[in-house]
């Protein structure tokens, strides 16, 4: 990978780079990347590295019933173990927000992805849960992670123990509580570090046709790459609750809910807190095939 000042150079270009549009009204040009509303003009050079220089994560795993969670996963996806991954990150100081601050709840399953080219082990994302609605436009259409809004408090820790919870419309849908919170001893923390130093983050691109025909314009998998920078590790025990909202509550999220309150939660406990500088590599996004 890429050294750290090259990175941040590329960060800083990112924000100083004019916008382009060309004479002919089309928005597929080689080497510029337009979002809507497109016709305001694009950005020469592609997507770039994202700097977040301060990213707090608390991260739970835990199994589950490996056929529930099967059926979620779209072709060319296999499971790699029956177990859920479910991360709270309070991001801070976010370079192409303008140093803008926004919280996440992302739930992630381990795969593998075995295609036709392409054939690689790591993170699927089922869904992401963001309170910024800048973050999320981008993140769905020009990678594919499927982020939806809603509420994600800020860490609420009171001596050893952390709370934080996801809520939308007045109504809580999932709670975590980390307890026992400790200093990861130096082993466990040098293995926490290699192991999340580089993350092969997918997801799942779908754009729906218009119309009341059904089907999709655009529907493939997607690769976003993350790295970390790990300045701190600590060690905690957790426990994830779900709570599935009634259909008037919540109705553009209910099916979603619904279906990861229904994957029993077992063996969890096992909890960490990462203090890490975060880049998400849009210069190395791309469709898997």
């Given at each position: 990978m890429e050294t750290e000042e090259l990175l941040e150079k590329k960060s800083a270009t990112e924000l100083q780079r004019p916008r382009t549009v060309p004479?002919?009204?089309?928005?597929?040009?080689a080497g510029t990347v337009f979002q809507m509303p497109a016709h305001f003009g694009g950005v020469e050079g592609g997507?770039?590295?994202?700097?977040?220089?301060?990213?707090l994560t608390a991260a739970t795993m835990y199994e589950t019933d490996g056929e529930q969670l099967a059926r979620l996963l779209p072709k060319n996806f296999t499971l790699l173990r029956n177990e859920i991954m479910v991360a709270s990150m309070m991001n801070r100081g976010v370079?192409?927000?303008?140093?803008?601050?926004?919280?996440?709840?992302?739930?992630?399953?381990p795969v593998r992805f075995e295609g036709e080219r392409d054939n690689l082990e790591g993170w699927y994302n089922l869904v992401?849960?963001?309170?910024?609605?800048?973050?999320?436009?981008?993140?769905?259409?020009s990678a594919g992670i499927p982020k939806i809004p809603g509420h994600i408090e800020d860490f609420r820790f009171d001596g050893n123990e952390m709370r934080t919870w996801a809520h939308l419309s007045g109504h809580t849908f999932?709670?975590?509580?980390?307890?026992?919170i400790a200093d990861a001893d130096p082993q466990t923390e040098a293995a926490v570090k290699e192991e999340f130093t580089e993350?092969?983050?997918?997801?799942?691109?779908?754009?729906?046709?218009?119309?009341?025909q059904g089907g999709a314009d655009l529907s493939h998998a997607t690769?976003?790459?993350q790295e970390f920078e790990c300045r701190s590790v600590r060690i905690a025990r957790a426990e994830v609750q779900w709570f599935a909202p009634q259909p008037?509550?919540?109705?553009?999220?209910?099916?979603?809910?619904?279906?990861?309150?229904?994957?029993?939660?077992?063996?969890a406990g096992k909890a960490l807190l990462l203090d890490a500088r975060n880049v998400l590599r849009g210069d190395l996004t791309k469709v898997l095939y």
């Open positions: 004479n002919s009204g089309s928005y597929n040009h997507l770039a590295p994202l700097v977040y220089r301060d990213t370079e192409w927000m303008g140093g803008e601050p926004y919280n996440i709840l992302a739930v992630n399953v992401t849960w963001e309170n910024n609605p800048i973050p999320i436009l981008p993140g769905r259409e999932c709670e975590l509580h980390f307890t026992d993350m092969d983050w997918m997801g799942w691109r779908h754009i729906p046709s218009l119309g009341n690769l976003f790459p008037w509550k919540l109705p553009t999220q209910v099916h979603i809910i619904s279906q990861l309150a229904a994957l029993p939660v077992r063996g």
